[in-house]
DNA sequence: GCCATGGCTAGTA
DNA sequence: GCCATGGCTAGTA
């Protein structure tokens, strides 16, 4: 048994927390993780960890706006889930981000 | 299409 | 060494 290393533990998290209807993209967790150009590492975990964590994985597309898996089983997987919560996906996996972008509360003090 | 990016783990020592 | 990125540019039409 072993926790995860402190990035891993937050995109988990930060994963965890795009709701239903929302997306998020690679990019936009990493930064919210407190990495910002660790776009990568947000694919890896989603990669290695969404069996196992129960990710909302299907909630998280590239910085297009579309699906980034390659066509085939996967992409049809992911479409199908964001269309049954509601999210519009093109046939060829485009988001309307204006509509369908998760935009993060934050907190500020002043 | 190219290529810099980077946190982490498997696997070696 | 992996990886489902991201951003910029050459080169086509």
Do not use: C
């Amino acid at each position: 048994m072993r926790e995860y290393a402190p990035f891993t533990a937050r995109a988990v998290h930060i994963i965890r927390s795009i709701p239903r209807g929302k997306v998020a993209t690679y990019g936009l967790v990493a930064a919210v993780a407190g990495s910002p150009l660790a776009a990568r590492q947000v694919v890896r975990v989603l990669h290695a960890l969404s069996r196992k964590e129960r990710l909302p994985w299907h909630r998280v597309i590239n910085s297009r706006g579309s699906i980034s898996l390659p066509r085939g089983a996967g992409f049809e997987r992911q479409r199908t889930l964001l269309r049954s919560e509601g999210v519009a996906v093109t046939a060829t996996g485009s988001v309307d981000m204006r509509r369908h972008l998760w935009v993060p509360r934050i907190k500020v003090s002043l």
